[in-house]
């Protein structure tokens, strides 16, 4: 639902959208960022192993945890592009050799979160891992088998907010939903796996906003922030083209929510979403940027 309004506000904005382009990313060894953290390996990194797995089990009678985290280069989607669907696809390691066990074992739904904070694969522990947000979580049932494959989830949302620059892309970390309880676990193969078709993989469907009329860049700067937020945000408008202007709010459905000739600083706005700030003159020159309202 989020992907199509999300077109449909680009469509309100520019006029038109180009044809959709998908791109597909199954890095390998060389260009590949993944790892596993290991509880009972606190200050150990596992960044060149053949799988990600990810668990609860117990070592020495104590609970212990592993987690996957997995960073896609995200850098060659447009900054404009509108993010329509985003296809997230890992799979099960049959050659594993550093687990005692071999197949997916017990009750293993899983978490996918966004990392919202940098990490490197080569240096990464268990006791260094990067901080997390359960914003636009992904909930992944359980395995039917203990060899299954998981193609096609959807990280659409996820994905938007990785490409938004004010949030970042630092990937996922895939996590048991149930950490309390041990012998659950999920065997992944990495992007350091011998075969391709193994390694995770990420397919984005984009498309690009363009205008059916040239307009004059204004010579302002709109800053909004923070951004994203929880429904209160301020606005800064400064340069010199601010005598006469307008200032429109609008939704993912297009639909204008708001609408100043004059604004103060903060704005306050009661509904989660992706909006659209537009500011315009007289002459229908504009300037816009999104905030996200959480």
């Known amino acids: 639902m989020k992907t199509n309004l999300l077109i449909g506000l680009a469509f309100f904005l520019f006029g038109q959208l180009n044809a959709q382009t998908t791109i597909v990313l199954q890095p390998g060894p060389k260009d590949g960022k993944d790892a596993m953290v290991w509880r009972h390996g606190g200050d150990l990194n596992y960044g060149d192993l053949e799988s990600i797995t990810t668990y609860t089990w117990t070592n020495n009678s104590l609970l212990s945890h592993k987690r996957a985290f997995i960073e896609f280069d995200l850098s060659m989607i447009p900054s404009d592009a509108v993010i329509t669907d985003a296809k997230f696809s890992f799979y099960f390691n049959p050659i594993d050799q550093y687990e005692g066990f071999e197949f997916h074992t017990g009750v293993n739904g899983l978490y996918l979160d966004r990392i919202s904070s940098p990490w490197d694969e080569h240096t990464v522990t268990f006791n260094s891992q990067p901080t997390t947000t359960e914003v636009n979580r992904v909930s992944i049932p359980a395995s039917t088998s203990q060899t299954q494959d998981y193609e096609g989830i959807d990280v659409t949302n996820l994905i938007i907010d990785m490409h938004n620059s004010s ?121 816009i940027k999104r905030v996200v309202v959480q």
């Open 167 to 287: 949030i970042g892309n630092n990937g996922f970390m895939i996590r048991m939903a149930d950490e309390d309880y041990p012998y659950r676990s999920v065997i992944i193969a990495s992007s350091d796996h011998p075969h391709q078709n193994l390694r995770p993989k990420l397919e984005v469907t984009y498309e690009q906003a363009t205008s059916i009329k040239d307009r004059d860049k204004m010579d302002i700067d709109l800053k909004v922030y923070p951004n994203p937020n929880e429904g209160t945000f301020n606005l800064q408008i400064t340069g010199s083209d601010i005598n006469d202007y307008t200032i429109e709010i609008i939704d993912a459905l297009g639909k204008k929510v708001e609408a100043y000739e004059q604004i103060d600083s903060q704005v306050q706005l009661q509904t989660k979403g992706v909006y659209i700030i537009r500011l315009s003159d007289e002459k229908g020159n504009y300037t």
